[in-house]
């Protein structure tokens, strides 16, 4: 599974910048990001491509790697613009999954046969074992049985007591 990432997006919906941070901080925080992103994938069968804004870039830079993360910026043009293109000449739309919550690049990906996942799934998925878009209240864990109505009763019986005071 690859993963396309709206890079700006990302990194805004997981709080490392805001419109407030200084450009100068930019860098440091791009890093940090990279470096959160290639431990989270670690051990597992994801690629990761990355697409930040590079508008105001001084000249044109070629695709690069931070520790397995595929590193890519538009150079005068949005990662919007470039995320469109390349879902567009996808050759495996169905392994691929755009991650964003700007709904232009979502429906980009969606016109493209891609999946999506909005920053939060995708958060959810790095930090969890559940596949992005996974419900949360899927199947239980095949090693732990259903609790009974007694278990519940039990349960909520220990938990309804009022605490004894010392």
């Given amino acids: 599974m690859t993963f396309l990432i709206d890079g700006y ?41 990355v697409v930040f804004d590079a508008q105001d870039a001084p000249a044109p830079s070629l695709e690069m790697t931070h520790r397995g993360v595929r590193v890519r910026f538009a150079y005068q043009r949005t990662a919007d613009d470039v995320i469109e293109d390349l879902v567009a000449v996808e050759q495996k739309p169905h392994a691929v999954t755009v991650v964003s919550n700007d709904s232009r690049v979502r429906e980009a990906a969606r016109r493209a046969d891609c999946g999506v ?36 009763d039990e349960l909520l019986q220990i938990f309804s007591k009022p605490k004894s005071k010392p």
């Fill in 9 to 49: 997006n990302l990194m805004h919906a997981v709080g490392l910048v805001s419109r407030a941070t200084p450009s100068a901080h930019f860098e440091r925080a791009r890093t940090r990001f990279l470096d959160w992103l290639a431990d989270g994938v670690k051990g597992r069968a994801a690629t990761l491509r």
């Fill in 117 to 152: 996942a909005s920053c939060q799934e995708f958060t959810d998925w790095l930090i969890s074992d559940r596949a992005p878009g996974a419900s949360a209240s899927s199947a239980p864990e095949p090693d732990k049985p259903e609790p009974t109505a007694d278990d519940l």
